[in-house]
């Protein structure tokens, strides 16, 4: 069965360094998504994209964040200057097409430390 | 905003038996999506079940069903005849019809212990 794959699984940084996480989504999937879990803290929607462009962010996903689909299978993630706050995991998921009626398929996330 | 409380952290279930996790939820909106995911200890999120709003019928599948209660906004996951497998975190989560961005919005969390 088709599976989101992320890499790295675990990303280890200093602070204001720079980090791309990234994610394969399924590949005849259209809709490309970005979430976070501070670790004890809820699963947070980070942005949403499709055709080539941020469908939906949210308030967590300021200037220090981007997202970009470089090529017709990877999709990153890159935090410009990272923070001690920016630990979590961060998932990467896909779906077919949008709303609820299509199942966002979620990858095994990258857990990522920030020191 | 929407949101999303799973007012249980923590609960067990010994082998066999039957389990119910709650959930309620908050929203100004008519027509939108319930969801409830499994995360097992691998860390990996996958869909258990789905309900739409304007649907009556509580959406169920194999050993597990909804109890979807859209006036009073709950949404309780009821797993029958447990198995070890479903040792896990489960996550409900609202998902509207108005946002463009197919948002998902999650609770906190129930972890569940299957105990043989």
Known sequence: ?115 | AQTVTQSQPEMSVQEAETVTLSCTYDTSENNYYLFWYKQPPSRQMILVIRQEAYKQQNATENRFSVNFQKAAKSFSLKISDSQLGDTAMYFCAFMGNDNAGNMLTFGGGTRLMVKP
């Open chain 1, 1 to 115: 069965e088709p599976e989101v794959t992320q890499t790295p699984s675990h990303q280890v940084t200093q602070m204001g360094q720079e980090v791309i996480l990234r994610c394969v989504p399924i590949s005849n999937h259209l809709y490309f998504y970005w979430y976070r879990q501070i670790l004890g803290q809820k699963v947070e929607f980070l942005v949403s994209f499709y055709n080539n462009e941020i469908s939906e962010k949210s308030e967590i996903f300021d200037d220090q964040f981007s997202v970009e689909r470089p090529d017709g299978s990877n999709f990153t993630l890159k935090i410009r200057s990272t923070k001690l706050e920016d630990s979590a995991m961060y998932f990467c998921a896909s779906s077919e097409g949008g709303r609820g009626t299509h199942e966002q398929y979620f990858g095994p996330g990258t857990r990522l430390t920030v020191t």
